[in-house]
T-cell receptor, first 113, second 115 residues
């Protein structure tokens, strides 16, 4: 069965610093990969997704992610973090079956002024 | 944002009582899902629907039932609520075709407390 690991439960970065959130997945076939962001008390908003093609994917709010098949990773990056980026971030992996999606446990991002 | 609403947004109930949560969409999407979110677990699929009257179980379906009598509405019922069902419940939808078939869009969530 597929699974997703987000190794970092909580990360703190200073405003303006770069950010990388890690995601490792296990999936038997070609994965569809997603990053979602959740602000407190809100639903999940899609940041970006990877289905095929260019392994560097651009998303909303200045985020990007890189798919590395050899490392089974899909890490999320942002060159300069803003205070409004403080939230919880979820990586997810899915496939051609709609009931297959699995989520990581999430990484909570705190941004220091 | 995808047109998804959930009601109620907050609910407090007592152990043993039935509870129904409603998800309503205005996107005419075929697929609808119910997840629960618990600390340390991310989101886990409870049930999903692939059309009117077509539903199936997810990873954590015990103690839950669902119904879908119209494309736009997907109901989640806790027949007899237990404290272990205290959670935040999210509804999601996805389209029938194309890349969006694999992309799920989420509602705002319902926070349920079972005392």
């Amino acid at each position: 069965a597929q699974s997703v690991t987000q190794p970092d439960i909580h990360i703190t970065v200073s405003e303006g610093a770069s950010l990388e959130l890690r995601c490792n997945y296990s999936y038997g076939a070609t994965p569809y990969l997603f990053w979602y962001v959740q602000s407190p008390g809100q639903g999940l908003q899609l940041l970006l997704k990877y289905f095929s093609g260019d392994t560097l994917v651009q998303g909303i709010k200045g985020f990007e992610a890189e798919f590395k098949r050899s490392q089974s990773s899909f890490n999320l990056r942002k060159p300069s973090v803003h205070w409004s980026d403080a939230a919880e971030y979820f990586c997810a992996v899915g496939g051609s079956n709609n009931n297959d999606m699995r989520f990581g446990a999430g990484t909570r991002l705190t941004v220091k002024p | 944002d995808a047109g998804i609403t959930q009601s109620p947004r907050h609910k407090v109930t007592e152990t043993g009582t039935p509870v129904t949560l409603r998800c309503h969409q205005t996107e005419n999407h075929r697929y609808m899902y119910w997840y629960r979110q618990d600390p340390g677990h991310g989101l886990r699929l409870i049930h999903y629907s692939y059309g009117v009257k077509d539903t199936d179980k997810g990873e954590v379906s015990d103690g839950y039932s669902v119904s879908r009598s119209k494309t736009e509405d997907f109901l989640l019922t806790l027949e007899s609520a237990t404290s272990s069902q205290t959670s935040v419940y999210f509804c999601a939808i996805s389209a029938s075709t194309g890349e969006d078939r694999e992309t799920q869009y989420f509602g705002p969530g319902t926070r349920l407390l079972v005392l």
